[in-house]
């Protein structure tokens, strides 16, 4: 069994070894697709599951802008079930490696949001926060993004209070996603 493991270990190794050299270029284009799952604080909790899709523009080796909608099914404290469908904009700084595996990165966001609970109108939350997180690039162009982010909601129609809903919530987001490098000229 320990054979089995030192040699798992060594063919990771391996692979990881073999693809230091992903790094952004000015230019590029990640299209991305992520899962998060997240709570809701405040006088009404809920748990979420959202779908991102993503396409992200890089300004720069290390600033990119970014667009995504989003997608999702959220549940409270009493099974209530809502449907979310909106969009996030957002803005990261990269922190270059000298590897090139992993890339850090910091940014902050804005998010507008419409969620339709069973029998009930809808309602649109407007957030802003910041995230931070780490790309790791299978390959040249493939990458894994995990991102945690932070946001608070800023806005919210007057049906919220009809809810119950505790507009000055803070939002936690756990993001794993997958993301492609599109437009490399090599």
């Not at 957002?90 to 507008?112: D, H």
Request: hydrophobic letters at 35%.
């Amino acid at each position: 069994m320990k054979l089995i493991r030192i040699g798992l270990l060594s063919i990771l190794l391996g692979c990881l070894t073999s693809t230091l050299f992903a790094q952004v270029q000015k230019s590029d284009h990640n299209l991305g697709f992520s899962l998060d799952m997240n709570a809701v604080g405040g006088e009404s909790s809920e748990s979420r599951t959202n779908i991102y899709v993503s396409y992200t523009y890089f300004l720069s080796n290390r600033v990119s802008l970014g667009f995504g909608p989003r997608f999702g099914i959220s549940k409270d404290s009493e099974d209530n079930k809502t449907t979310i469908s909106g969009y996030n904009v957002f803005l990261n700084y990269s922190f270059l490696t000298n590897g090139g595996f992993v890339l850090p990165y910091l940014g902050v966001q804005y998010s507008k949001v419409g969620q339709k609970q069973e029998d009930s109108e809808k309602f649109t939350t407007t957030s802003i926060g910041g995230n931070f997180g780490l790309k790791f690039f299978v390959t040249e162009r493939l990458n894994i993004d995990n991102n945690f982010s932070l946001t608070r909601m800023i806005a919210g129609s007057d049906t919220l209070d009809d809810l119950g809903i505790d507009v000055d919530g803070t939002i936690i987001q756990l993001n794993i996603g997958l993301g492609y490098i599109i437009g490399r000229k090599n």
